[in-house]
T-cell receptor
Framework: AQTVTQSQPEMSVQEAETVTLSCTYD???????LFWYKQPPSRQMILVIRQEAYKQQNATENRFSVNFQKAAKSFSLKISDSQLGDAAMYFC??????????FGTGTRLQVTL | KAGVTQTPRYLIKTRGQQVTLSCSPI?????VSWYQQTPGQGLQFLFE???????NKGNFPGRFSGRQFSNSRSEMNVSTLELGDSALYLCASSLDIGSGNYGYTFGSGTRLTVV
């Protein structure tokens, strides 16, 4: 079984600043994938970034990057140059061989002027 | 390219009734998964369908069921509704059941309220 833990229920960042959202996971599988999803008030879960566990290199998508520490089972999301549109719930998720997503409890990100 | 379409967007039902929710995946996607989202339990996996066959099932009672049609559209059904079934039900489609590389694309969900 996989578990995902997000220890920060809420975070706040000023516009244009950088913020890091934490995520730890636990799995007994050797082949798995990790994801960060964003859920704005519109409710749709939007894929932000994904990481294959077998890849050493940290994934990057424009202003979004991850710090994947496989030994520590840590998968944090860094948002650079934060924008008002980044305000949302952010969910960390993992997927193993069973091809189902296991989600964390989410972090609500507030972006202030 | 059209996204994942879930209908209806909102639904109000009475305890004891049954409900059917619909999900149309992205064209070409053959895998459809369903998730329940509640404030108390968070996001929980219900089931996954691929080529009209249920491939995975979460830990939900038998009142929750689903199916997938030959065009990959999927429906989930909840019978004998309980107040605790009030939730946002999200559908996600994927190109291939075993391919994490493709990720999952979610719909906007159906908000079910049981009164």
């Amino acid at each position: 079984a996989q578990t995902v833990t997000q220890s920060q229920p809420e975070m706040s960042v000023q516009e244009a600043e950088t913020v890091t959202l934490s995520c730890t996971y636990d799995t007994s599988e050797s082949d798995y994938y990790l994801f960060w999803y964003k859920q704005p008030p519109s409710r749709q879960m939007i894929l932000v970034i994904r990481q294959e566990a077998y890849k050493q290199q940290n994934a990057t998508e424009n202003r979004f990057s991850v710090n994947f520490q496989k030994a520590a089972k840590s998968f944090s999301l860094k948002i650079s140059d934060s924008q008002l549109g980044d305000a949302a719930m952010y969910f960390c998720a993992s997927r193993g061989a069973a091809s189902k997503l296991t989600f964390g409890t989410g972090t609500r990100l507030q972006v202030t002027l | 390219k059209a996204g994942v379409t879930q209908t209806p967007r909102y639904l109000i039902k009475t305890r004891g009734q049954q409900v059917t929710l619909s999900c149309s995946p992205i064209s070409g996607h053959r895998s459809v998964s369903w998730y329940q989202q509640t404030p108390g339990q968070g996001l929980q996996f219900l089931f996954e369908y691929f080529s009209e066959t249920q491939r995975n099932k979460g830990n939900f009672p038998g009142r929750f069921s689903g199916r997938q049609f030959s065009n990959s559209r999927s429906e989930m059904n909840v019978s004998t509704l309980e107040l605790g079934d009030s939730a946002l039900y999200l559908c996600a489609s994927s190109l291939d059941i075993g391919s994490g590389n493709y990720g999952y694309t979610f719909g906007s969900g159906t908000r079910l309220t049981v009164v």
